[in-house]
């Protein structure tokens, strides 16, 4: 079965402090992985996704097919990047997405 | 550009009674998607339509959720014979076509069943 685990519902870092979230799946084929970020009072959108490889707002997240895991990144941790962010896992074509429960992240000033 | 819009932002309905929810995607998007999000939840994936056709339906809960996009733009989500169980933020998504996986986001439709 298709499954998104993010293990933490709450995460508080420090302004400047390096911040992971965690994301692990497990799917049957091939997957698609993304990051979707919910600022508040803002509709979900999306943050980046595996095949592009790119940083997003200082944001990186590797694939680890061996560990099945996709967690995200950033270095320096800003008061902006509080949000809820949930880990997505589509099949090839995109019939299908499935979400994690998500992380509510509190960077503390 | 306009974004998704899903409109009414609110429902307030009883128990037993009809309701539908009505999607708006981004102009030229084919794929439309519909999720359910509970309290604490992440989006919950119930339909996914490619122009006219629902090209996967696997997540409806039950025979009492029907959803249409008749001319390939604007979608309803039906729900008969509401339940308290129902009550959740109802999600649409749209995107450029199923293999241009990112998807936007409405706002969604806050539905409460007393």
């Known amino acids: 079965a298709q499954r998104v685990t993010q293990p933490e519902k709450l995460l508080s870092v420090f302004k400047g402090a390096p911040v992971e979230l965690k994301c692990n799946y497990s799917?049957?084929?091939?997957?698609?992985l993304f990051w979707y970020v919910q600022y508040s009072r803002q509709r979900l959108q999306l943050l980046l996704r595996h095949i592009s490889r790119e940083s997003i707002k200082g944001f990186t997240a590797d694939l680890n097919k061996g560990e099945t895991s996709f967690h995200l990144k950033k270095p320096f941790a800003q008061e902006e990047d509080s949000a809820m962010y949930y880990c997505a896992l589509s099949g090839i074509g995109g019939n299908q997405f499935y979400f994690g429960t998500g992380t509510s992240l509190t960077v503390i000033p | 550009g306009a974004g998704v819009s899903q409109t009414p932002s609110n429902k307030v309905t009883e128990k037993g009674k009809y309701v539908e929810l009505r999607c708006d995607p981004i102009s030229g998007h084919t794929a439309l998607y519909w999720y359910r999000q509970s309290l604490g939840q992440g989006p919950e994936f119930l339909i996914y339509?490619?122009?006219?056709?629902?090209?996967?339906d696997s997540g409806l809960p039950n025979d009492r959720f029907f959803a249409v996009r008749p001319e390939g733009s604007v979608s309803t989500l039906k729900i008969q014979r509401t339940e308290r169980g129902d009550s959740a933020v109802y999600l649409c998504?749209?995107?450029?076509?199923?293999?241009?996986?990112?998807?936007?986001f409405g706002p969604g439709t806050r539905l409460t069943v007393l």
């Open positions: 339509f490619q122009g006219t056709g629902a090209a996967d």
């Open positions: 998504a749209s995107s450029l076509n199923p293999n241009y996986n990112e998807q936007f």
């Open positions: 799917y049957s084929g091939s997957p698609e």
